[in-house]
Structures are given as C-alpha cells and as structure tokens.
C-alpha cells in the first residue's frame, strides 16, 4: 500500500492511496485521480515532506479518508444495540406472567389487578379480543442473545 499527498488545480491537498508506487503514477498519469474536495481530476503529487513536518498545524487532515464506508457499515451494528438495549430495559421494568398475558392484562384493565408492565405470550386471537376490549399491547421480540435473562 502506498498513500501519497496529492493536491488538485484548486490546492486542495489530500491523501492518495494505491497498490504501488507504479499504479499511483499511472492513475495519476490517466486522470483517473479525483480530488474528493472539487472533483478535479488535475491531480499533482507534492514531495512527502509535509508528513514530516511535525509543526504542520493547517495541514488538512482526513479530507479522503473513507468515513462513509465505516459508517454506513457501523449503522446496522448501532441500531441492534439500541434495540437490545431497549429490549433490556423493558425486560427489567415488566412482570413476566407467561401464558396468563392475555389473563392479567384484562385484570388490570378492570382494576381487578394492580396497574403495571407485564409481559409473556399470547396468540394473535388473544391480543385481537384484547384490542376490542380497549387493551393496548405491543409484539416484543426478544433476541436471543437476552432470552437467559428473560425469566
Ligand atoms: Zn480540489
């Protein structure tokens, strides 16, 4: 891998990485080097100095580095976390009442039982008979990775 410093005709200075020293002239050679900032394909290598120059305080920095890829492939990861965490939470504030779901969720709708979070399993007809009573509920999807914890 070879990363050169590359600048376009507008002076925008960024980062060139190729498989070689040869590919890096060739593409450069065949304008098939872009600058990331304008586009511009009249893409010139600077000496290498500037990496050694330690005081470079307006050097620009990161202005080719690949961030969209990284979080792009970061988005799906995020999301199941904030599921799980979610799911988490839900499983920490709910009673788990098994089969009598449907039981209870009626009961406390009637006042017949104290008002709290309940959660365990019911068939669709049960949670259809509970939405013509007025009951609210919602499907939980318990990932696996948490189905130890659920009990
Ligand atoms: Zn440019």
Partial sequence: MKVLDLRCAHDHRFE????????????IARDLVQCPVCGDHAVTRLPSAPRLNLSGATAPKGAA????QA????????????Y?????Q??????DVGERFAEEARRMHYDEAPERGIRGSA??????????????????????ALKQTAH
């Fill in 123 to 144: 068939s669709p007809e049960e949670v259809q008979a509970l939405a013509e009573e007025g009951i609210e509920t919602f499907p939980l999807i318990v990932p696996d």
């Fill in 71 to 82: 979080a792009t492939a970061a988005a799906p990861a995020t999301l199941q976390a904030l």
């Fill in 65 to 68: 580095k690949p961030a969209q």
């Fill in 84 to 88: 799980m965490k979610a799911v988490k």
């Fill in 90 to 95: 839900v499983l920490a504030q709910t009673e």
């Fill in 16 to 27: 060139g990485w190729f498989a070689s020293e040869e590919e890096a002239q060739s593409q």
